[in-house]
């Protein structure tokens, strides 16, 4: 079933955001002392490995490429997701395309902690799920509409959402969004093109994501 996202969600964005940056916070001044007493070695997270081409959703007439992996955060991601209201971690990304109308990135993210890990893939999550509201706000020439196509049993979890946009003018775009952890990792995946929600592999991209958190360590 379909779910429209009143404008009025925007305001969650900015609780969310309080909210992650406040256990952020309190997290760090609780572990400063702990710190100070350790004489132990800091340990450097492992690197993720990202998505291959042949893991995204198979396109029907062109094959996927991939980019390299690149330091920071993509643009890919659209007006969805962003750094705003979250400390700087190491993001790196990854885009795919192919020779026709449709595109995907693969954002990682490694923070300090397993709890902070939690709080930004929660965080990620309200964004997508309130974006449609904030899209209708910031462009009143186009309508959007999210849909929640639920959890995934993987590591510590990962969810998928759907987002349709309709300009005035009629040109329609249908995404696909995940979040999804690990640890200390957060995965994010977005994988879009021309068209609705019926033209949307829904289930090969929770495949995708699947690979996508499996494949974090």
């Not at 042949?54 to 996927?64: I, M, V």
């Not at 959890?151 to 990962?158: M, R, T």
């Amino acid at each position: 079933m379909s779910k429209r996202i009143p404008t009025s969600t925007c305001t969650a964005l900015t609780v969310a955001a309080l909210a992650v940056g406040t256990l952020f916070t309190a997290q760090a001044a609780g572990a400063a002392p702990q710190a100070a007493a350790s004489k132990a070695p800091a340990v450097r997270a492992a690197v993720p490995k990202f998505l291959s081409a042949s893991q995204l959703p198979p396109h029907p007439t062109s094959p996927w490429t991939a980019g390299p992996v690149t330091a920071g955060f993509p643009e890919g991601l659209g007006f969805c997701v962003s750094t705003e209201g979250v400390p700087s971690y190491d993001y790196r990304h990854r885009e795919f395309r192919t020779d026709l109308d449709t595109g995907a990135v693969q954002l990682t993210v490694v923070t300090d902690t397993a709890a902070h890990a939690k709080a930004l893939a929660k965080h990620y999550d309200d964004l997508i799920r309130t974006c449609a509201g904030r899209i209708e706000e910031s462009s009143p020439d186009v309508e959007a509409e999210g849909r929640d196509y639920g959890k995934l049993p993987v590591e510590e979890g990962a969810r998928v959402r759907g987002l349709r946009t309709e300009t005035s003018w009629g040109a329609t775009d249908i995404a696909l969004l995940s979040v999804g952890r690990d640890g200390r990792t957060v995965t994010v995946v977005r994988w879009g093109q021309m068209g609705d929600f019926e033209d949307a592999p829904v289930t090969a991209f929770k495949k995708t994501t699947t690979t996508a958190v499996n494949k974090l360590y």
